[in-house]
């Protein structure tokens, strides 16, 4: 993906020694902005290998509306567990404002329903908007959400994601959150019988931690390889009732993995 390795060029040489929350210390980019062609493949790294089961399992979980690492830990997904209570528990986060956003007179939206409903219904809305920025739940999460607004638009057909993340970090988590919104369009365009087109990344702070900075050197020696396709069991006709084993990646042919230690 020449697109995040760009991203990482453009960090390295235009970008600002920043102190953060966890302590560890950045290199920061403000404002940047990628686009991903769902045309020319699953938009997943090949200059490190990711993994994907990861990736599948933690986006199920959001799309269940949970927010307790249980399920993820059921299914051998770790990568919540520094952030859970001794419960396992997150607090509000993606899965409760996507599925069950409280409302003013106690009722709950269920915005994955309705934003289906409305792409559907509707598909010419500049209104086609999920949002996990819950300002008066902010301070009930483990942690305030990172990607927190998407918007959709169709065209001929074609469905189009755009993304805001206020936080990236980009050698660990930004390859998660590409692949999985990437997934999330695929999902909803195959249910609502639309074609998958466009991923669009924007992102506020864009960062490299400091103890990410050689392993990010190795993988800008690594030359891109074809993307994979991501098949999805066609017989999948709502977008809740996909499982693990209805996701196929084709052809993924990365370079190694590389470790890195994630900043809390
Ligand atoms: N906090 C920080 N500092 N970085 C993040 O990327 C991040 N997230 C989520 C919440 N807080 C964050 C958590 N997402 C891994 C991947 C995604 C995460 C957290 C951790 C991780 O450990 N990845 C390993 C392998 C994991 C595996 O094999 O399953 C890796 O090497 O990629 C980003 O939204």
Known sequence: MKQYLNLLKNVLKKGIKRKDRTGVGTISLFGYQMRFDLEEGFPILTTK????????????????????IQFLINHQVNIWNKWADNNGELGPIYGFQWRKWPTYDGH??????????????????????????????????????????????????????????????????????????????????????????????????????????????????????????????????????FCFEDFELKNYNPFPHIKGDVAI
């Open 49 to 68: 290998k990711l993994n994907i089961r990861s990736i599948i399992y933690e986006l199920l979980w959001f799309l269940k509306g949970e927010t307790n």
């Open 108 to 241: 709950f939206i269920d915005q994955i329903v309705n934003i289906i409903k409305e792409i559907k219904f509707n598909p010419n809305s500049r209104r086609l908007i999920v949002s996990s920025w819950n300002v008066g739940m902010i301070q009930n999460m483990a942690l305030p959400p990172c990607h927190l607004l998407f918007q959709f638009y169709v065209h001929q057909k074609k469905l189009s994601l755009l993304l805001y993340q206020r936080s990236a970090d980009i050698f660990i988590g930004l390859p998660f959150n590409i692949a999985s919104y990437a997934l999330l369009l695929i999902m909803l365009a195959k249910v609502l019988n639309l074609k998958e087109k466009e991923l669009i990344h924007t992102i506020g702070d864009a960062h490299i931690y400091n103890n990410h900075i050689q392993q990010v050197k190795l993988q800008m020696q690594r030359t891109p390889r074809p993307l994979p396709k991501m098949i999805l069991n066609p017989s999948v006709k709502n977008i809740f009732q």
